[in-house]
């Protein structure tokens, strides 16, 4: 029964506290306010009102089964996620691949700044709408969406656990403008053409000075391959028609790489024209590469740098690591005088300008590094353009006039030696595009959904998905028109120039000049 409880402050004078009979037959609870305090009320009469309403929606929610007592919504949203002196926290308790549980940390920083200090019963959709609509104006458009999925599967956790009555994060239907679609949209999804990719593939390869980059730039937008998957193909799943993909290399943010399965588990079989596994074979043979320094593996990659990435000094290091020259000798020299954290920073730092001992050979790192391999290699062979880099800025890519398309000069005063530079072929374009490259190559053959899906990695949970099937004539139709694309953009660039300075491009195409000079 509602009732007011009269109290005495510490001057003396009276006040009344709400109390009510609780759904869960515990002692009688007292109407809190939202700084989780007993409210105190200047009359009885506005005590017993207070008390009488606060009754009357426990015993509501109750009977809905969505009573929880006000104690456990007392709990901080960091409290619940990371734990407390009581026991581990909601992350700790979920069952996460290491790349998975590395994303949540990085959604946690946009996430706990903002309500990790907040009591769970006191977070508000309208101040979720704010946040969310504040991450958006900062440009994380589509990130801003997977924060607020990640913040409603924590909460909706909560509400499972009874910390929460209902789940705040929970998105309303039909609110806000009908733009709102078109005004969420995120960058524009740049691809090339086949003859592009070749392109591209040359240059990364020009910029390197191996073929490692030219023939992995070219199975990725013939087999759909995510990077994760390519950095860590063994040649043992390159087979006479098919790449077997089983694992993944995944870049923590420590510089270490964790061997784990393919995304979603998409293990799977991707078929693949003789012409692409001879040409990853005889790459693999001639490389003869030894087991990473990782995982004692052989890899079909190697991770090696260019010789411009080479050229960084300690002191790009530093200022990338944001530590002094000293720090980073010591790492280098004296490691033991540096802390872990900072050590694995410079590491990391390292990598990512790709500096390089005096006397190491390139070919010692074992594996591509993300960043370094997107602003030195990648980036430079689609736009034409080195990022900027310390005081230096950004720059187009100074090479020979000859051989086509130009050679990258290095050295001192590159641009006063070069004969011209590289024009763009897909400024923007991402690695990843190559990936939908060979969904859209699939898309322009008229390849069946059920095999496109399968060789992507997708899985179709539609009615149609579960029936259809996929079939021998499926496949061989597939290989026949990726093969007839290949050699199409093998022709195209030949009309641009009868060779390359790329001993594995060049190859290739005076065996296609050759075949096609053969009468049939």
Known sequence: MAYAEKRSGRDGRPYYRARYRRPDGAPDGTVL?????????????????????????????????????????????????????????????????????????????????????????????????????????????????????????????????????????KRRRNRGKRAGKLSSRGPEKMITTTLGALLIAERTSLLSQRDDEFVAMITKPYTGMRWGELVGLQPEYVRDEVIRVEQQLYELDDGRFEL??????????????????????????????????????????????????????????????????????NVLNRPERVSEKTRVNVEKA?????????????????????SGFSAWTWDPAASGWYPKKGRYAAHPVAVTADPWPGVPVRGQDPSGRASACWVPIRAGMTRHALRHLDRTIMEELGTPKVLMDERMGHIDTSVSGQYAHVTDAMRMALVRGLTEVWEASLDARLELSDGSAVPVLDRLLKERAASRSTPS
């Open 33 to 169: 306010g939202s700084d989780g305090k007993a409210i105190k009320y200047p009359t009885k009469a506005t005590a017993v009102k207070a008390a009488r309403e606060a009754e009357a929606e426990a015993d509501a929610a109750a009977g809905r089964g969505r009573w929880v007592a006000p104690e456990k919504g007392r709990t901080t949203l960091g409290e619940y996620v990371l734990g407390d002196a009581e026991g581990e926290g909601w992350l700790a308790r979920q069952d996460l691949a290491a790349s998975t549980e590395q994303s949540y940390g990085h959604y946690l920083k946009r996430i706990l700044p903002t309500f990790g200090e907040m009591a769970l019963a006191s977070i508000e959709p309208r101040a979720i709408d704010a946040w969310e609509k504040r991450e958006r104006a900062q440009g994380a458009v589509s990130s801003a969406a997977t924060y607020r999925r990640i913040l409603h599967l924590i909460l909706e956790d909560a509400v499972g656990e009874n910390l929460l009555a209902i789940n705040p994060a």
């Open 260 to 329: 784990c399965p393919p995304k979603d588990d998409s293990y799977r079989s991707v078929d693949s024209p003789r012409w692409l596994t001879r040409m990853v074979r005889e790459h693999v043979a001639q490389i003869r590469p030894t087991p990473c320094s990782c995982h004692g593996l052989v890899f079909a990659f190697r991770g090696g740098r260019s010789r411009r990435q080479a050229t960084a000094r300690q002191a790009d290091v530093a200022r990338r690591a944001g530590v002094s020259v000293g720090t980073v000798s």
């Open 350 to 370: 390292a990598a990512e300008v790709g500096f390089v001992r005096v006397g190491t050979p390139a070919s010692a790192s074992s594996h591509w590094r993300r």
